[in-house]
């Protein structure tokens, strides 16, 4: 069963988390930055809770965060933020795409269906689980429809018209639900979902180009690369002395920002509401 670690500072916080995730793996509740750390250098950790900015002593959650995140490139980090507080913006600043630490703020439903999700979903598919989640509070739900189709077809190359196909709508649809939100035209979407699981397995697990190229139907190394040129404008071996995978999860999150997605925060919605129903 996977180990779950989580950070609380309020008792009765930890015992919902506790009680949440015990279907998905045992749970270990700590008030102390500092011990949630500790645990995760002694044991085999799959996930780690964050729930606060700071503990009593002032160990910051952001800090370990980070530490975590270039420690343990797979070990899944989540941000739960269950309600507004006085210190929400600190708290809101752990939620790093680059660090890729995800932010649940919809309940302990929703908390639940992550986890689940999170620690069930095999390596090489983790890419797509993690766009939609890091990039799912700039997407309203039916831009979120459309992630979860791009993310899902990563591994060939997925045309507006089959995307349209799949959610039953019309392209002039799909664009201007997308215009709305601030997000890119589809192709652009699909071209960078298909991109960030292509980085993931080259920077992460370490896998060679030519069969990265091979699992998501670039058709040879060489395509793959001038793919990553002509959206980031970098090569591939660039991209990866830049930071790799982190980098590139930067560049799309810069690139919504730049034509006009903003981030949104909803503690407390309904998790079939966000999307996140089992």
């Not at 920002?257 to 903003?262: F, I, S």
Request: charge should be positive.
């Amino acid at each position: 069963m996977a180990s779950i670690a989580a950070f609380a500072v309020n008792e009765s916080l930890g015992g919902e988390i506790n009680s949440a995730l015990g279907d998905s793996g045992t749970v270990s509740v700590f008030a102390r930055v500092a011990d949630l750390l500790s645990r995760v250098e002694e044991s085999e950790v799959s996930a780690v809770i964050l729930t606060a900015a700071h503990d009593a002593g002032g160990g910051s959650a952001l800090e370990a965060a980070t530490v975590l995140r270039e420690q343990h490139p797979l070990l899944w980090i989540i941000l739960y933020h269950r309600s507004w507080d006085p210190d929400h913006e600190a708290i809101l600043r752990i939620a790093s795409v680059p660090s890729r630490v995800v932010w649940v703020g919809r309940g302990v439903t929703a908390l639940r269906t992550v986890v689940a999700k999170a620690l069930t979903t095999q390596p090489e598919r983790r890419a797509g689980l993690e766009t939609e989640l890091l990039f799912a509070t700039y997407a309203p739900r039916r831009v979120r429809e459309f992630l979860a189709v791009c993310t899902a077809n990563t591994h060939h190359k997925l045309l507006p018209r089959e995307a349209e196909a799949a959610m039953g709508i019309q392209g002039r649809t799909l664009r201007g639900r997308l215009n709305r939100a601030g997000w890119p035209p589809p192709r652009y979407v699909i071209a960078w979902c298909r991109l960030l699981h292509a980085m993931f397995l080259l920077d992460v697990l370490g896998r060679p180009a030519k069969q990265v190229a091979s699992l998501l139907g670039y058709g040879s190394a060489a395509a793959l690369n001038a793919s990553i040129k002509r959206h980031v404008k970098l090569p591939s071996g660039m991209v990866l002395e830049e930071g790799g995978y982190p980098y590139l999860l930067d560049s799309f999150d810069r690139l919504l920002r730049a034509h006009g997605a903003r981030r949104r925060w909803h503690p407390l919605r309904e998790a079939s509401d966000m999307g996140w129903t089992s």
